[in-house]
């Protein structure tokens, strides 16, 4: 939970930097490729919205149309009474926690696993103590990792240790209640397991992007002990912290380059526009939140975790209540919220990314090439006030001869389409326009 003065910084900052907010001119090479589109977007995190239960059976059908990549659940310890102790040592029941898992493989996807929070077989207080052996915690992450990893041999599994271990325990890297004994641990325990599937684990999963904890992480990691990924949570309503957290960390990387294993992967693994109820979960500002975060992050990370899949229940029976779900409660009929939908345009784009150059404060923009002579195009004007409106210039260059047709849909309204003839220059132009909020999906195609 952000603080009053988060708010009342974020506000500040917003006033004070739109008077150097730059508008967008959008200009895309189709010779310019990047590499294959990567889906850094299909993936989701549930909270503990209702540990009884399993929030995400009800609403199995809707998830399979988004197509998730990966599903990350919490609580997995102190939610699902996996850990408890007899004759005085740990004895285990997967029966509640194995449930979640199948309802996120029928999904297909592969789970992410926040080991958290502590079994109160361990604990030395509440669930975010630290463990009264950090050798037993060690033993449960072994077995964890055991259990799906090799017993049930689920492949590709990812192992978080905890969730927010700034806030959920106050941890520190330093002293005696130090995050980095808690990841050690865990991952001698996983590292025990011989015979497993390939499997992943890192953290630190903190409230934010804080340097002492990368450093302490890649320090670590720097030593032998196995880190596959860092990560770290962001919401915010301003796309400049996702710019400068990740240019951040890719600073501390680099520096860290030569000591660290290939592959090390950034992933931030849950995102919203707001850590608090708020009204855009419901509204299209939300759906352009999370269209602009992607294209914001697209290059720096490998995953986007966005939180979270259904909404929990209204003590007062609101469908609607600004909770961060993706759909609504079952209990008041499951509904497809706006961020919904545009996790299923975002899962349009197909084919071979493009470069798009010429982006503004406002307007953000995701380009493939899907096809020989055919290109999509996604572009979001977000403003968390809901403001600003722009009109785009946008310009493609080096395209064949010919005649195309674009067509414009946009969210929430109706689908045109014009036609162009391109001659031997390779040029074509437009301008598309944007209220506050707005996303737009365009597909050029040269007619054959």
Known sequence: MASLAYYWRDS?????????????????????????????????????????????????????????????????????????????????????????????????????????????????????????????????????????????????????????????????????????????YAAVGAGRVFGAKSY???????????????????????EGVRLDFVSWHRYSTNLEDYERDLSQAAGILGAYREQLPKGLKIYLTETGPDPKNNSAYDMQSGAAHLVATVATTYDRLARLYTFEIVDGKDPSGAKNWGRWGLLTHPDVGVTEKPRYQ?????????????????????????????????????????????????????????????????????FGRGKSSETFTVGGEGGLSTNVGLSANQIVFLELLRKP
């Open 12 to 184: 500040i900052y917003q006033l004070a930097t739109r008077a150097s907010s730059q508008t967008a001119s959008l200009t895309i090479d189709v010779t310019k490729i990047q590499g294959k589109i990567r889906n850094t977007w299909g993936h989701l995190a549930q909270g503990g919205e209702d540990l009884s239960g399993n929030m995400l059976s009800p609403v199995g059908e809707q998830l399979k149309k988004l197509n998730p990549q990966t599903i990350r659940i919490d609580h997995i310890y102190d939610g699902y009474n996996v850990v408890s102790r007899a004759d005085g040592r740990l004895a285990y029941d997967w029966t509640r926690l194995d449930t979640i898992v199948n309802s996120i493989l029928a999904s297909g996807a592969t789970p992410m696993l926040a080991l958290s929070y502590m079994p109160s077989a361990l604990a030395t207080g509440d669930v975010t103590s630290v463990p009264s052996s950090y050798d037993e915690w060690a033993l449960v992450v072994e077995n964890t990792v055991r259990h799906y990893s090799k017993d049930l041999g689920i492949a590709d599994v990812s192992y978080e240790v905890w969730n927010e271990p700034d806030l959920f325990g106050n941890f520190k890297t330093y002293g005696d209640k130090n995050y980095l004994t808690l990841y050690r």
């Open 200 to 222: 992943e684990i890192g953290g630190p999963a903190t409230t934010g992007y804080y340097e002492a904890w990368m450093k302490g992480m890649l320090k670590m990691a720097a």
């Open 342 to 410: 545009a996790m299923q345009w975002l899962n349009r784009l197909k084919g071979w990314k493009l470069l798009v150059g010429g982006q503004g404060s406002w307007v953000k923009s995701l380009a493939t090439k899907h096809q020989a002579d055919g290109y999509q195009i996604m572009v979001v004007n977000y403003d968390s006030y809901g403001n600003h409106a722009e009109t785009v210039p946008l310009l493609f260059t080096n395209l064949t001869q010919g005649i195309y047709t674009l067509s414009r849909e946009y």
